[in-house]
């Protein structure tokens, strides 16, 4: 999905342009948090982002992208990522991924949460924390310039410390005016990441995809998206949209409502 080119270093003007469609992406966050509760369909959640959205002047950037259907992805339990809106209801015990990316300008703001349904199994319950310590703990280690080897050398070794593996087919992107750019982001350090760099300017998804078993994934034949863990167990994700700044890594999609670094699940 990443368009090959030279990346993408922003003017102070630009970085401005992205700190709002960052804000707005997570100003729509806040707005669906109160109705992600059991008895909602994920086709309804995906009317609400359609409704807001668009309300608003802004776009959905998954609504048409590579022939996506929906205005956003929703991820329950054993699906780990592109989760297409539909009938499901959701019922207390399950976790799930709401992944949003909204076009403010020509500008993409792009970010995801995990959300527990009611009373959660300790398993489901410690992958989705792991989800969101790893993506904190990898924030939290970058510098203006650092490798992007360095997400992954702080994320693999957690998660394993933690019981839990790290999907590798599915990665984070560079972002700007594009949805998805160079540079590749993984979160396992593989050689290129250990080449490439994140300079002052660029911008960039963090977002680990934490399996409780098995990091091997399979992919829905029929629907072309929906990507499930292997072995049926459940998986986590938490992703913001980062801008590196001279001083260091500023979170762009932090949201008023939600969790904030040491949260608690």
């Given at each position: 999905m990443?368009?090959?080119?030279?990346?993408?270093i922003l003017s102070h003007a630009?970085?401005?342009?992205m700190r709002r469609a960052g804000s707005v992406n997570a100003e729509l966050m806040d707005f669906l948090r109160p109705h992600v509760q059991?008895?909602?369909?994920?086709?309804?959640?995906?009317?609400?982002?359609h409704e807001w959205t668009y309300d608003h002047g802004h776009k959905a950037a998954t609504l048409g992208y590579q022939k996506y259907p929906k205005c956003c992805c929703?991820?329950?339990?054993?699906?780990?990522?592109?989760g297409i809106p539909d009938s499901t209801v959701l019922?207390?015990?399950?976790?799930?991924?709401?992944?949003?990316?909204?076009i403010v300008d020509g500008w993409h703001g792009d970010q995801s949460e995990t959300f527990l349904i009611g009373e959660v199994t300790e398993e489901k319950r410690a992958v989705?924390?792991?989800?969101?310590?790893?993506?904190?703990l990898a924030i939290d280690q970058l510098t203006p310039g650092c490798r992007v080897a360095t997400i992954g050398e702080t994320v693999t070794p957690e998660a394993h410390r933690r019981g839990f593996t790290v999907v590798r087919e599915y990665v984070g992107h560079g972002l700007g005016r594009q949805f998805h750019l160079d540079p590749s982001i993984p979160h396992f350090p593989n050689r290129q990441s250990?080449?490439?760099r994140l300079f002052a300017g660029m911008c960039f998804t963090v977002e680990p995809m934490i399996n409780a078993g098995t990091r091997y994934t399979k992919s829905d034949k029929q629907d072309g998206w929906t990507v499930r863990?292997?072995?049926?167990?459940?998986?986590?994700?938490?992703?913001?949209?980062?801008?590196?700044?001279?001083?260091?890594?500023?979170?762009?999609?932090?949201?008023?409502?939600?969790?904030?670094?040491?949260?608690?699940?």
């Open positions: 990443l368009t090959k080119q030279k990346k993408l630009q970085r401005d342009m059991a008895g909602i369909t994920t086709l309804e959640i995906d009317k609400m982002v929703i991820s329950i339990n054993e699906v780990i990522c592109h019922k207390d015990g399950d976790i799930v991924n709401v992944d949003i990316t909204t989705t924390q792991c989800a969101f310590d790893c993506m904190h250990r080449i490439d863990t292997k072995d049926g167990r459940p998986s986590a994700q938490f992703e913001h949209s980062i801008l590196m700044t001279e001083k260091g890594p500023e979170i762009l999609t932090q949201t008023k409502n939600g969790p904030e670094k040491g949260h608690r699940f």
